[in-house]
């Protein structure tokens, strides 16, 4: 059962456009939404994320777009550069010490 | 300095084999754990482990099990390796389960 699930699995702009990444989950116990950006060869490292409280949060030119009642999420990359090309994974997780749930990736890429 | 170190990064072994890999993490976080990532990239649990509580995810076969010497260490131990344990294995740790940082990774190779 994949309680995260994410879209689209692959994405291509040309640079300066806006990206979006969309997640959809199912536990409504989930209260803990963060993104992940990883490159080729590296650990996933946390880029931006959100509480179920709020319905938007801007760190640089990431957002987080948050629908609560649809119980979705998504991530916008504003004017995006080549070096944002890598994949990005949503994930969930339900209070604090407990494990993320992760969605199943998207490969960015970015044309110069 | 590294937050979160995995070692090795490349393993490569025969099928039956017994192996292990070590992590560390710097930050002083309370809980650790270990992530699989499949050949299509996507990541599962397998354990979340802090100074008091091991939780297993149950469809980690048990030749998989996670061993703590310390609060800073969580290492992995692999018996009776098979051709399907191939993939990127990544050790992170978080502080109340906020703020995940990951590691580098190891790639396991069975052939």
């Known amino acids: 059962q994949q309680q995260v699930k994410q879209s689209p699995q692959s994405l291509i702009v040309q640079k300066g456009g806006i990206p979006i990444i969309n997640c959809a989950y199912e536990?409504?116990?989930?209260?803990?939404f963060p993104w992940y950006q990883q490159f080729p060869g590296k650990g996933p490292a946390l880029l931006i994320a959100?509480?179920?409280?709020?319905s938007e949060k801007k760190e640089g030119r990431f957002t987080i777009s948050f629908n609560k009642s649809a119980k979705q999420f998504s991530l916008h990359i504003m004017d995006s550069q080549p070096g944002d090309s890598a994949t990005y994974f949503c994930a969930a997780s339900k209070g604090g010490g407990n494990m993320l749930t992760f969605g199943g990736g998207t490969r960015l890429m970015v044309k110069p | 300095d590294t937050a979160v170190s995995q070692t090795p990064k490349y393993l490569v072994t025969q099928m039956g084999n017994d192996k292990s890999i070590k992590c560390e993490q710097n930050?002083?976080?309370?809980?650790m754990y270990w992530y699989k990532q499949d050949s299509k990239k996507f990541l599962k649990i397998m354990f979340s482990y802090n100074n008091k509580e091991l939780i297993i995810n149950e469809t980690v076969p048990n030749r998989f099990s996670p061993k703590s010497p310390d609060k800073a260490h969580l290492n992995l131990h692999i018996n009776s390796l098979e051709l399907g344990d191939s993939a990127v294995y990544f050790c992170?740790?978080?502080?109340f389960g906020y703020g995940y940082t990951f590691g580098s990774g190891t790639r396991l190779t069975v052939v």
């Open positions: 536990n409504t116990a989930f209260d803990y």
């Open positions: 930050l002083g976080h309370d809980t």
């Open positions: 992170a740790s978080s502080q």
């Open positions: 959100i509480r179920p409280d709020v």
